[in-house]
């Protein structure tokens, strides 16, 4: 079985993100060919004819991005907290993802994801607002988008409060993804 990943990053710091340097760790640690996905310079909105299935540069781009995330075994999703969400390329990419009839269906008894079969993680980078929080929007909300898809059970590795103590916050950090790897190689 092949064991490639998918990383999608969105923060605006480039290289020096740390949700970035830790999605890649993580990919690395769990081994397998690595797709990066920066989408931080933005992605197109849904218009007119992405919701009217007419081609477009939205429906292009659309097409691109689910054959990538069909292509892989494994998926990481990683964000900073921006104003308490997702940054809003990364709210793009999910919008051109999350497509009915590809990759979920309607259902008698609801939605049904129809990515099946692969691993989803999320890794969540905050200034000064906790993980896990009342006001944490960000994690939860990419769990659940991906288990709307059909990924459920994504795990998550959170580098929050990074201006409170970002030493701390890492090293937490890095042990989850030294778990998670090993959990993933048994
Ligand atoms: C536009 C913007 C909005 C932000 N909003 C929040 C926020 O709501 N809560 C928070 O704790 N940190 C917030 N931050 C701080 C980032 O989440 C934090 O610096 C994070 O570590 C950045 O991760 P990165 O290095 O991957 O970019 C914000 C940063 C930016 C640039």
Redesign the pocket.
């Known amino acids: 079985m092949s064991n490639s990943t998918l990383v999608v990053t969105a ?3 480039g290289a ?5 340097k830790l999605a890649l760790e993580l990919a690395e640690t769990l081994g397998g060919p690595v797709t990066l996905r920066d989408v931080s310079g933005g992605l197109p909105v849904v218009d007119a004819d992405f919701l009217g299935g007419r081609e477009g540069a939205s429906t292009k781009v659309s097409e691109e991005l689910i054959a990538e995330l069909r292509a892989h075994d494994r998926v990481i999703l990683a964000a ?5 969400g997702v940054p809003a390329a990364l709210k793009s990419w999910i919008d051109l993802v999350a497509r009915a009839g590809q990759t979920f269906r309607y259902t008698e008894t609801g939605p049904e994801g129809l990515l099946t079969g692969k691993t989803g993680y999320v890794v969540v ?5 906790p993980a896990a929080g009342a006001v944490d929007f960000t994690t939860p909300y990419l769990v659940h988008v991906l288990a709307f898809l059909g990924i459920s059970g994504a795990q998550v590795v959170t ?1 929050d409060r ?1 201006v409170v103590d970002a030493n701390a916050s890492l090293a937490t950090a890095r042990g989850t993804i030294r778990t998670l790897a090993s959990h993933a190689a048994a």
């Not at 020096?16 to 970035?20: A, C, G, K, P, Y």
């Not at 900073?80 to 308490?84: G, Q, R």
């Not at 980078?125 to 607002?129: P, R, V």
Request: aromatic letters at 10%; hydrophobic letters at 35%.
């Open positions: 923060s605006a710091a020096q993100s740390v949700s970035r900073p907290m921006y104003n308490f980078t905050t200034g000064g607002t580098a990074m």
